[in-house]
């Protein structure tokens, strides 16, 4: 009897709390709901192709190389800019123009750190002396997805289940003196990309300056997302590990082959859970880095399962960190395959009195002395 009694009560309760709800109001809730999981998800992906798109709006394209030729600027807002290394961010796109070869020199007269990313920043190679080449200098050659043709010698091969590739390239001045900044600017110049088709007498890479421009690649949390996510799924195959947000993401109006047109409805679904996603991710950042040492306020900004992930193409068939993913990207880009061996990161969000940081506000870092670097 009691039995019955709490099921008939529970029954009520959910009936009482369905009939509270229309089914545009079930529709709306699951639309925010799924918009939010789509943006922890895809922000990999989305996060490289803003800065593609800001390439271009910078009057670059696809194969060729954005440079900075001084020291980067507040104009240069991709997520985890360096005020005192020279970036080159070379943009594969092998969908038309076939495997392309990222000629890296030799470490002679500098010296680079590089990392190789699929379209989702999972580290493909890393180049330079913390690179497969290790300071010899290489010809890495990006192949397409699916591609099946031998491989000539005397290339590195990496292979990308995706067609819109990129890397990121730091050559890091002795000094931030002009000289040595040039110097630095000059070897970098010395790193070449063109077709495999052309290689027995390679295209001039294009380099693109984008010092004075706004290279704006931040995360705008609104109907713009959807808007880059709507391209990658577009020109991108969907991945085996992704199939499970097909759905996902089509019962939100993005479906391959078809054009992206939400309604007002929709679009204000999309725009809150786009808002959900954004707060969601600014408090995990808060909890779920442990810190560096005991009392530390810094934290490596990846949990290790996203290190592991990014490094070996997520190859571990029992993990797939999709919010931890999400979180990392959040606040930088690329993938790193040998993570410590030419770059490592800390990072903090408070100063020593536990406050957050605030742009309008300066700090000063005190560094021990003899601190342990090389490289970048």
Do not use: C
């Not at 099921?7 to 939010?36: C, K, P, Q």
């Not at 490289?48 to 440079?67: E, H, T, V, W």
């Not at 020291?71 to 070379?90: G, R």
């Amino acid at each position: 009897m009691r039995t019955q009694v709490l099921l008939i009560a529970a029954t009520m309760m959910f009936a009482s709390n369905h009939a509270a709800f229309s089914m545009d109001d079930i529709a709306r809730r699951s639309a925010e709901r799924r918009a939010a999981e789509v943006v922890i998800w895809s922000m990999p992906a989305v996060n490289a192709d803003l800065m593609l798109q800001a390439f271009r709006k910078a009057g670059g394209s696809p194969n060729q190389i954005a440079y900075w030729s001084r020291l980067p600027s507040w104009k240069n807002q991709t997520l985890t800019p360096n005020p005192d290394t020279v970036y080159f961010m070379p943009f594969f796109d092998t969908s038309k123009a076939g495997p392309m070869v990222l000629e890296i020199p030799p470490a002679d007269t500098g010296s680079l750190t590089a990392n190789i990313d699929n379209l989702w920043q999972v580290a493909l190679e890393d180049a330079g002396p913390s690179g497969a080449d290790k300071g010899k200098g290489a010809k890495y050659l990006i192949l397409p997805p699916g591609y099946s043709k031998r491989v000539p010698k005397g290339y590195i091969a990496l292979k990308s289940d995706t067609y819109a590739d990129y890397a990121l390239i730091r050559s890091t001045p002795k000094t931030g003196s002009d000289a040595d900044v040039a110097k630095a600017v000059a070897y970098g110049k010395r790193v070449k990309l063109y077709p495999l088709s052309s290689a027995a007498r390679p295209e001039d890479t294009k380099y693109v300056d984008v010092i004075d421009t706004l290279f704006d690649a931040t995360i705008p949390y609104d109907l713009a997302y959807f808007q880059y996510l709507d391209r990658v799924i577009q020109s991108e195959p969907w991945l085996e590990r992704d199939r499970a947000m097909i759905d996902a993401v089509r019962s939100l109006g993005i479906e391959k082959g078809k054009q992206f047109r939400p309604d007002e409805g929709m679009s204000a679904a999309l725009v809150q859970g786009a808002k959900d996603a954004h707060e969601w991710l600014d408090r995990q950042r808060t909890v779920v880095f442990e810190p560096f040492y005991s009392g530390a306020k810094w934290f490596v900004p990846a949990l290790p399962d996203v290190i592991q992930g990014h490094s070996d193409n997520f190859a571990r068939k029992d993990v797939y960190p999709t919010d931890a993913n999400g979180v990392t990207y959040s606040m930088g880009y690329v993938g790193i395959k040998h993570l410590g061996v030419g770059q490592f990161y800390l990072m903090t969000m408070t100063d020593g009195t536990g406050a957050p940081l605030e742009g309008s506000k300066a700090y000063k870092l005190t560094v021990p002395p003899h601190a342990p670097a090389k490289q970048y």
